[in-house]
């Protein structure tokens, strides 16, 4: 079964620029995460989707960050513009449920952002 | 929303050697998973786990959730378990979505 895809892998940029982020989650799963790792620390959660929906995005900076899940598989997390604090790995996971005992999250490798 | 500790914060081990990694967390949870982040940054699942105990090979795991701790054992440690390991409870959201929050692991390194 193939895992959680991610790309770019890698992306630099310069401050004030734009950058967008794509993932498709494990196939089947309803649910799909966006979180954001600063180095030396712990993911932490951006915004949630249940198949095309938000469920959550109370922590989404949404002054620069969008998101998107329009047909219910893959997604885009856009930052525009980006600023220096926003260097971080951003990682995608999905859940095949929200609730109950089917909510267990993968994730996928990250796309590492470098912001200058 | 909940706190999560993690200890020790960092660990050298002698392959070969064991070792018990504890994680604390502040508020019941419905579900928790354990995560070992390789050098390379992934994030692979360990145990799922919200109460009783799970064993996968080398590797055990426990939660007591009355007492709010869980707890990951590591035996015959080899090199190749080096890396970032990591707690998440799961917080369930007012407005019905849920999170991981994630402790600030515990960095392993293994040496021959």
């Known amino acids: 079964e193939a895992g959680v895809a991610q790309s770019p892998r890698y992306k630099i940029i310069e401050k004030r620029q734009s950058v967008a982020f794509w993932c498709n989650p494990i196939?089947?799963?309803?649910?799909l995460y966006w979180y954001q790792q600063i180095l030396g620390q712990g993911p932490k959660l951006l915004i949630q989707?249940?198949?095309?929906?938000?469920?959550?995005d109370s922590q989404l900076p949404k002054d620069r960050f969008s998101a998107e899940r329009l047909k219910g598989v893959d997604s885009t997390l856009k930052i525009q513009p980006a600023k220096l604090e926003d260097s971080a790995v951003y990682l995608c996971?999905?859940?095949?449920?929200?609730?109950?005992?089917?909510?267990?999250?993968?994730f996928g490798p990250g796309t590492r952002l470098t912001v200058l | 929303g909940i706190q999560v500790e993690q200890s020790p914060p960092d660990l050298i081990l002698q392959e070969g050697a064991n070792s018990t990694l504890r994680c604390n967390f502040s508020?019941?949870?419905?579900?928790l998973q354990w995560f070992h982040q390789n050098p390379w940054g992934q994030l692979i699942n360990l145990f799922y786990?919200?109460?009783g105990t799970k064993q996968n090979g080398r590797l055990s795991a426990t939660t007591v959730a009355t007492e709010r701790y869980s707890l990951l054992y590591i035996s015959s440690s080899q090199t190749t378990d080096s890396g970032v390991y990591f707690c998440?409870?799961?917080?369930?959201?007012?407005?019905?979505?849920?999170?991981?929050?994630f402790g600030t692991g515990t960095q392993l390194k293994v040496e021959l």
């Open positions: 989707f249940q198949n095309n929906g938000v469920v959550d």
């Open positions: 996971a999905s859940s095949l449920r929200l609730a109950g005992t089917y909510n267990e999250q993968f």
């Open positions: 508020d019941s949870v419905n579900n």
């Open positions: 998440a409870p799961l917080d369930i959201l007012t407005g019905g979505g849920n999170k991981l929050t």
């Open positions: 196939s089947g799963h309803a649910t």
């Open positions: 786990i919200p109460s």
